[in-house]
């Protein structure tokens, strides 16, 4: 019995010796592996230590990153729903006179006229109004006035001067042309609206531009009837002249001030954007 027992005690004692090797051997190993991992590698170079090399790993940016560059626009191309536009003739240089054949005192006329827009939408509205626009003087407009006055007198010529003037008449004759669009079946009434709304604002405009003509073509007119009633002589007739010159320059500052301040209308609504 006792024989027996220091048997299974030698056995005992040699599976714990096992262990404890087996153990100690993972044991240090694992510690080799991991000192390994994480010990930097030093070199030798005359007598002084240098400095491990640290790798640092690559960090990619989770997005790419551009240049900062201005946004460029794409430019405006031409629809294929743009119909040809009406042609309007740039009328300038010829415009209209009132016809003073027979009539006296002062004499004002006003005649619309328009170009057609061809769109069924709200873009094609504004994209027509942008390429079928006619021009004033080399100038795009959507809308454009043109004035002139003009004026008759009879006189008597003493020692080269104008004198006697009588039977004065002056006139002025205003073309207003504005886009015309007739809304096709089944228009929605917020497009339909938003037109007649640009539409009151365009005559707005263009009305003070008339109203502008009126002012300085009548200032010219009490300028002939004052010398009428006055009986007044002048040198001749290029002083008249002249006279009609400065104010119709007037006119012209005075419209020009006018589309300064208004931005040609753009501040008194009559601009169709999108």
Same mark, same amino acid.
């Given at each position: 019995?006792?024989?027996?027992?220091?048997?299974?005690?030698?056995?005992? %004692?040699?599976?714990?010796?096992?262990?404890?090797?087996?153990?100690? %051997?993972?044991?240090?190993?694992?510690?080799?592996?991991?000192?390994?991992?994480?010990?930097?590698?030093?070199?030798?170079?005359?007598?002084?230590?240098?400095?491990?090399?640290?790798?640092?790993?690559?960090?990619?940016?989770?997005?790419?990153?551009?240049?900062?560059?201005?946004?460029?626009?794409?430019?405006?191309?031409?629809?294929?729903?743009?119909?040809?536009?009406?042609?309007?003739?740039?009328?300038?240089?010829?415009?209209?006179?009132?016809?003073?054949?027979?009539? %006296?005192?002062?004499?004002?006329?006003?005649?619309?006229?328009?170009?057609?827009?061809?769109?069924?939408?709200?873009?094609?509205?504004?994209?027509?109004?942008?390429?079928?626009?006619?021009?004033?003087?080399?100038?795009?407009?959507?809308?454009?006035?043109?004035?002139?006055?003009?004026?008759?007198?009879?006189?008597?010529?003493? +020692?080269?001067?104008?004198?006697?003037?009588?039977?004065?008449?002056?006139?002025?004759?205003?073309?207003? %042309?504005?886009?015309?669009?007739?809304?096709?079946?089944?228009?929605?009434?917020?497009?339909?609206?938003?037109?007649?709304?640009?539409?009151?604002?365009?005559?707005?405009?263009?009305?003070?531009?008339?109203?502008?003509?009126?002012?300085?073509?009548?200032?010219?007119?009490?300028?002939?009837?004052?010398?009428?009633?006055?009986?007044?002589?002048?040198?001749?007739?290029?002083?008249?002249?002249?006279?009609?010159?400065?104010?119709?320059?007037?006119?012209?500052? +005075?419209?020009?001030?006018?589309?300064?301040?208004?931005?040609?209308?753009?501040?008194?609504?009559?601009?169709?954007?999108?």
């Amino acid at each position: 019995m006792k024989k027996q027992q220091g048997f299974v005690s030698y056995i005992i %004692l040699m599976v714990a010796v096992i262990i404890i090797v087996v153990l100690y %051997l993972y044991k240090k190993e694992n510690k080799k592996e991991i000192v390994e991992n994480i010990s930097p590698d030093y070199s030798i170079d005359n007598k002084h230590i240098v400095t491990p090399k640290l790798k640092v790993a690559e960090i990619k940016p989770l997005t790419k990153i551009t240049k900062n560059e201005p946004v460029k626009t794409k430019p405006v191309k031409a629809e294929s729903w743009v119909r040809p536009c009406i042609p309007f003739t740039d009328i300038a240089n010829n415009i209209p006179e009132v016809n003073l054949s027979g009539r %006296l005192g002062y004499i004002s006329e006003k005649i619309n006229t328009f170009y057609q827009i061809n769109a069924s939408t709200e873009g094609q509205i504004f994209y027509q109004l942008n390429n079928c626009m006619p021009y004033n003087k080399g100038e795009p407009a959507v809308g454009i006035t043109y004035t002139n006055f003009n004026r008759t007198f009879d006189y008597n010529e003493f +020692a080269g001067q104008v004198c006697n003037i009588r039977n004065v008449a002056v006139g002025v004759h205003s073309t207003i %042309l504005y886009p015309r669009w007739n809304a096709p079946a089944g228009t929605n009434q917020y497009l339909i609206n938003k037109w007649v709304a640009y539409m009151k604002n365009l005559i707005i405009h263009e009305e003070a531009h008339v109203t502008i003509g009126n002012k300085y073509s009548r200032k010219y007119y009490d300028y002939l009837k004052q010398l009428s009633d006055s009986q007044t002589c002048v040198a001749s007739v290029a002083v008249i002249d002249a006279k009609q010159d400065e104010i119709a320059k007037e006119m012209d500052n +005075a419209n020009i001030e006018y589309d300064r301040v208004t931005d040609h209308g753009r501040t008194q609504g009559a601009s169709f954007d999108i």
